[in-house]
């Protein structure tokens, strides 16, 4: 994937703004550098400079600053032109270095660059995206953390620990004979379960940051009239749904974000669930199924005044098995109940009244919990993860398993040494000491253009 092409891209959002920045990244740029600036920069200090085009003539004035190779984000030679925000000036400056000989970089493939050149590992390249795209300020130190090398650090100590164990069950190999005994007088089932365990904590707390990274989406489903829309309001604490007495006034989704404990929340808002021969209210109701199909949690909103009705029961025999599910008694001020949680196994309820708010806090708390939030252990020890980080360390806990299967039953050692080398594996993959090509372009497909 090594590409000796000189790239270049506007590396500030589209539109007007008081800076546009165009940055260039390759190897040997001293000649563009002359081209631009009429001379080459102290390396690594602010130079204010005219850009000149072909004619000599000035495109404009700014800050140039010089990265020679490998002192630079990329490892390569990098060049950063600050200028005037205007898209006519600075789309000029990005066709100047085009003509030079640079190209259009792809997305994400200055980091890529980075990567490759052995700047940054892959769990700090995607936090370079994962603080870009942050939504919450939780979210954004937990990805700062990942970009300083917190994540990464913590999975080379359990590679560490993996090679080390690697090796002495490797040596025992040479030794059949004595093998079993070997193992014991080494400790190889304490060091084991101590890996285990460590990789166990990080499984925890990667799983706490990927609700940081990737929120959870929470639909609003119930009969018609029962105060989805209210609910929505009140969480979102603006009027972002239209509430009537009428049924049936919500006729399409409706999503809003919001942060409860810095996690991000995207909340739907959906058509009432009724038999109904309006055309506009089905495609309503059809949208609603497509959304609860992507749904880690449902709120089923009844009507505290009825109860759990007959069609409150057949709104839960259309959803899917197994999917997460809070009941909402909604109205508890007409009634004069109080705001309350009741427990029982699997059919949490919660009590409350989204005309007043009495019982949110109830709510949101209750939510947290049912989405696997855990305030213990949120904080410095929470890594920002994504699916492939989760979906490897599982990977990993599971050869380690396997793994201590064989210890405690005393199998072939050659089955011993292939999970730990399986686990090793899985865990490399994150840091991208393992990966294929393919996955690197997807990974870096995602990054926005300049970066």
């Not at 066709?95 to 990567?115: D, I, Q, V, W, Y």
């Not at 069950?169 to 079993?180: G, K, N, S, W, Y």
């Not at 050692?413 to 994150?430: D, P, T, V, Y």
Request: hydrophobic content about 40%; charged content about 20%; some cysteine.
């Amino acid at each position: 994937m090594q590409s000796n092409d000189i790239i270049a891209a506007i590396a500030t959002p589209p539109g007007r703004g008081g800076i546009g920045i165009v940055r260039i990244s390759g190897r040997n740029l001293q000649t563009i550098v002359e081209a631009i600036l009429g001379s080459i920069p102290p390396p690594r200090s602010a130079h204010l400079s005219h850009f000149l085009d072909e004619n000599d003539q000035s495109i404009d004035q700014g800050i140039a600053i010089y990265y020679p190779s490998p002192h630079s984000y990329t490892g390569e030679d990098v060049l950063e032109l600050q200028g005037h925000g205007g898209p006519a000036v600075i789309n000029l400056l990005l066709s100047r270095c085009l003509h030079l000989g640079a190209r259009f970089a792809e997305p994400g493939e200055f980091t890529l660059r980075a990567f490759l050149n052995n700047k940054l590992d892959l769990i700090q390249a995607e936090s370079v995206a994962d603080l870009i795209d942050a939504s919450t300020t939780g979210a954004a130190r937990c990805a700062m953390r990942s970009l300083q090398g917190e994540f990464s650090a913590t999975i080379q100590a359990l590679v560490r620990a993996l090679i080390d164990l690697r090796m002495l069950v490797e040596a025992t190999l040479d030794f059949p004979e004595e093998e079993i005994d070997f193992l014991e007088s080494a400790r190889a089932a304490t060091q084991l379960q101590d890996i285990r365990k460590k990789l166990e904590h990080v499984l925890r707390s990667s799983r706490q940051g990927n609700l940081l990274q990737e929120g959870v989406n929470v639909v609003l489903v119930g009969q018609p009239n029962v105060g989805k829309s209210s609910l929505m309001n009140r969480l979102a604490g603006d009027d972002v749904a239209i509430v009537t007495e009428v049924p049936g006034t919500t006729r399409d989704t409706i999503q809003q974000l919001i942060q409860i404990e810095g996690i991000p929340l995207h909340i739907i808002d959906t058509a009432g669930l009724r038999e109904t021969t309006d055309i506009v209210e089905k495609s309503g109701i059809a949208r609603t199924h497509a959304a609860i199909r992507k749904a880690d949690l449902v709120l089923l909103l009844i009507d505290s005044r009825y109860g759990l009705t007959d069609a409150d029961q057949q709104v839960l025999q259309s959803l899917p098995a197994g999917l997460p599910l809070l009941t909402v008694s909604n109205k508890i001020d007409l009634v004069s109940e109080s705001a309350r949680i009741e427990e029982e196994p699997g059919k949490p309820m919660v009590y409350l009244s989204a005309r007043t708010g009495a019982g949110l806090a109830l709510l949101r708390a209750k939510m947290l919990e049912m989405i696997g939030w855990q305030s213990n252990i949120a904080g410095e020890g929470m890594f920002m993860a994504r699916q492939r980080h989760l979906q490897a360390l599982s990977k990993a806990r599971t050869h380690l398993d396997n793994a201590t299967a064989w210890v405690e039953s005393g199998g072939q050692l050659e089955l011993l040494a292939e999970e730990l080398r399986l686990a090793q594996l899985a865990l490399s993959s994150i840091t991208g000491e393992f990966t294929a090509d393919d996955l690197l372009g997807e990974i870096f497909s995602r990054f926005c253009i300049g970066k």
